[in-house]
């Protein structure tokens, strides 16, 4: 006798040599759970895959994105306080070269030469 199954799963299964009572999805398995006097229990209702796609709630939707802004807000102003706090700790901001100290060194180059060099 040929079994006709309805979907590629249950054939598979079948092949397998599956136990249809110890698979979770089966109607043999709910229907062992019922003759052990097991009543209806909501885990059941868990367990049962959903594949069916949530009612679209922009409000629902529009929380994560806020959520996300203000976490990538935060990471930055806090990049920039540790920056500030290195650079604190170094004493201040960064030393620039004043125009006195930039102009000494192409002095000290000229000074170097000799006047016979010239």
């Avoid at 249950?10 to 009543?39: L, Q, S």
Wanted: proline share 5%.
């Amino acid at each position: 006798m040929m079994r006709g199954f309805c979907r590629s799963k249950w054939h598979k299964n079948f092949k397998m040599k599956r136990n249809p009572r110890k698979v979770k999805w089966t109607k043999a398995y709910i229907g062992g759970c019922m003759e052990k006097d097991v009543t209806w229990d909501s885990t059941f209702e868990f367990e049962r895959k959903r594949n069916r796609p949530e009612r679209y709630d922009r409000n629902f939707a529009e929380e994560p994105l806020k959520a996300i802004k203000k976490i990538d807000k935060d990471t930055a102003d806090a990049w920039k306080e540790s920056k500030g706090a290195r650079r604190g700790s170094e004493g201040g901001s960064f030393p620039h070269p004043s125009k006195d100290q930039s102009q000494g060194g192409t002095n000290q180059k000229q000074s170097k030469i000799s006047p016979m060099e010239e």
